[in-house]
C-alpha cells in the first residue's frame, strides 16, 4: 500500500465551536496517517481566510496540508500574495479549481474564469513548488456542454502543469474505470485518485449530490429510503457499500483515495480500518 496515496478532506469551520470540534476530528483522523489534508473553501472563494488559518493551524500540528485555491473573484494580486504566503508557510501541496460561483453570478468574475488559466499562473509565478491536484469527474461536470467536452477541459487542466487529480464522489465504480481509460486515451497521465464520499445521512446524501450532480444507483437510494430514521443501519449500511466500492478500484488500480469527511471522523476511520489502509 505504500505507493498509493491516501488523503483526508476538511471545511473550514465558520465558529470557535466548530473549530475545535475539528481539531478533535483532526486528531482522530491524523492517527491514520494519511498522505496529508486538503482544506475547502466556500462559493466565491467565501472561506479563504478560513481555508488560511485552517491550513496553517495543520501544519503547525507537524501535517501536510493542501489548501483550496479558487480562482472566481480572484485578481493576479490577490493570488500572488496568497501563493507567497504559502510559500513561506512551508505549503507544498495546492487543490487548484475555478470554485462555485456565489448564489446570483451568472458569470465567473475576476481575473481567470478557467481552472487551467489559475494553473497556468500557479506554475509561471512558482515553478514547481506545488504539487498541484485538479478536480475531475468521472460521471462528467453538471455544468459541462458533454461529456467529451468536460473531458477535454480536464486535459488542459493537466497540460497545464497539473500533477495529479482527485474525482468528484461517486457510487459506481464502472463510471471511474471508464473516466480513467477516456482521459488515458486523450493522453492524461496523472494519478487520478478517486473521491470517496461515507454513507452516513440519507437526505443530506441527496442534497449533496443533487448539488454537484453525483449519481446516486437507484437501489442504494431505495435501500436508505426504506431505513427511515433509523441512523444506525443506515450508517452500517453505508460502511458496507463504501468499503464494497473502495475494495473494487483498488482491486482495478486506483492510485488513492481522498476522503471527503465533512468534519467527521467515525466513518472514514471504519472505512480505513476495514480496507487496512494504514498497513
Request: charged share 25%; net charge neutral; aromatic share 10%.
Amino acid at each position: 500500500m505504500s505507493q498509493k496515496i491516501f488523503s483526508i478532506e476538511f471545511f473550514p469551520p465558520k465558529t470557535p465551536e466548530g473549530a475545535q470540534k475539528l481539531r478533535v476530528t483532526r486528531a482522530a483522523l491524523a492517527r491514520l496517517q494519511p498522505k496529508y489534508f486538503s482544506v475547502t473553501f466556500g462559493a466565491g472563494g467565501s472561506t479563504q481566510s478560513g481555508t488560511r488559518d485552517t491550513v496553517f493551524e495543520i501544519r503547525r500540528e507537524g501535517h501536510d496540508a493542501a489548501p483550496h485555491l479558487s480562482c472566481i473573484g480572484r485578481t493576479r494580486d490577490d493570488l500572488q500574495a496568497l501563493l507567497a504566503e504559502y510559500k513561506e508557510q512551508g505549503i507544498k501541496r495546492l487543490v487548484a479549481l475555478r470554485g462555485d460561483l456565489p448564489s446570483g453570478y451568472g458569470m465567473a468574475s475576476g481575473e481567470f474564469h478557467h481552472a487551467n488559466e489559475l494553473i497556468e499562473f500557479i506554475r509561471a509565478e512558482t515553478g514547481d513548488w506545488f504539487h498541484i491536484e485538479v478536480a475531475a469527474y468521472p460521471e462528467v461536470h453538471p455544468q459541462a456542454k458533454s461529456p467529451q467536452d468536460d473531458l477535454q477541459h480536464f486535459a488542459r487542466k493537466v497540460q497545464a502543469g497539473a500533477d495529479a487529480a482527485i474525482t468528484q464522489y461517486f457510487y459506481n465504480a464502472d463510471a471511474y474505470f471508464r473516466f480513467v481509460e477516456d482521459a488515458r486515451r486523450v493522453g492524461v497521465e496523472v494519478p487520478i485518485v478517486a473521491g470517496i464520499m461515507p454513507i452516513t445521512n440519507y437526505s443530506q446524501l441527496m442534497r449533496f449530490s443533487d448539488m454537484c450532480g453525483a449519481e446516486i444507483p437507484r437501489w442504494i437510494r431505495l435501500k436508505l429510503a426504506s431505513f427511515g430514521d433509523d441512523g444506525e443501519a443506515i450508517r452500517e449500511f453505508g460502511l458496507d457499500v463504501v468499503t464494497r466500492l473502495c475494495e473494487r478500484l483498488l482491486a482495478g488500480g486506483a492510485p488513492g483515495f481522498h476522503f471527503y469527511t465533512l468534519n467527521q471522523a467515525a466513518a472514514t476511520t471504519a472505512i480505513w480500518q476495514r480496507l487496512n489502509l494504514s498497513a
